[in-house]
């Protein structure tokens, strides 16, 4: 275990506690930063609605981590299979709303997603016969998936 994972994991194990919160937690090093599974009995507590707590979660324990570590690092944590089930649905989507787009020729749209799932769905369609690209602010903004 590296030095960025032992600090994740730790103030991933600090941040919990102070929420009553006891987890079990697994790291492995990823492209870009670290990974957590957390087990805990207390899963929608840390998921939230809408996944926004566990976003919250992830922000917050990047912020620490990239601190301790000089450079920025993504700290992403899987709770429960939430992201897991979230990626399914989003990748079924995806190539749903691309097979529409390439049989009418036009442009579709995906609202309200997670700076996590637009990538996520970016990187899903990254070498497909479409392109996907992120317009608007903040929590304005929306995916467009249109041909080539």
């Given at each position: 275990m590296?030095?960025m994972e032992?600090?994740?994991?730790?103030?991933?194990?600090d941040?919990?506690k102070?929420l009553?919160?006891?987890?079990?937690?697994?790291s492995?090093?990823?492209?870009?930063?670290?990974?957590?599974?957390?087990?805990?009995?207390?899963?929608?507590l840390l998921?939230?609605?809408?996944?926004n707590?566990?976003?919250?979660l992830?922000l917050?324990?990047?912020l620490i981590v990239s601190?301790?570590?000089?450079?920025?690092v993504?700290?992403?944590?899987?709770?429960?299979?939430?992201?897991?089930?979230?990626?399914?649905?989003?990748k079924?989507?995806?190539?749903?709303l691309k097979?529409?787009v390439?049989?009418?020729?036009?442009?579709?749209?995906?609202n309200?997603?997670?700076?996590?799932?637009r990538?996520?769905?970016h990187?899903?369609?990254?070498?497909?016969?479409?392109v996907?690209?992120?317009?608007?602010?903040e929590r304005?903004r929306?995916?467009?998936?249109k041909?080539?």
């Open positions: 590296n030095d032992k600090v994740a994991k730790k103030e991933a194990e941040l919990l102070k009553g919160v006891k987890p079990t937690i697994k492995e090093l990823v492209e870009g930063g670290v990974r957590l599974v957390i087990d805990t009995d207390e899963n929608a998921i939230g609605k809408h996944g707590t566990l976003s919250s992830e917050i324990l990047s601190k301790e570590n000089g450079d920025f993504r700290v992403t944590i899987e709770v429960g299979g939430y992201k897991q089930e979230r990626e399914a649905y989003l079924e989507l995806a190539e749903k097979e529409e390439l049989s009418s020729g036009g442009e579709k749209t995906i309200s997603l997670k700076p996590w799932e990538r996520f769905v990187m899903h369609l990254a070498d497909s016969e479409v996907t690209e992120s317009t608007g602010e304005e929306v995916l467009v998936i041909r080539k």
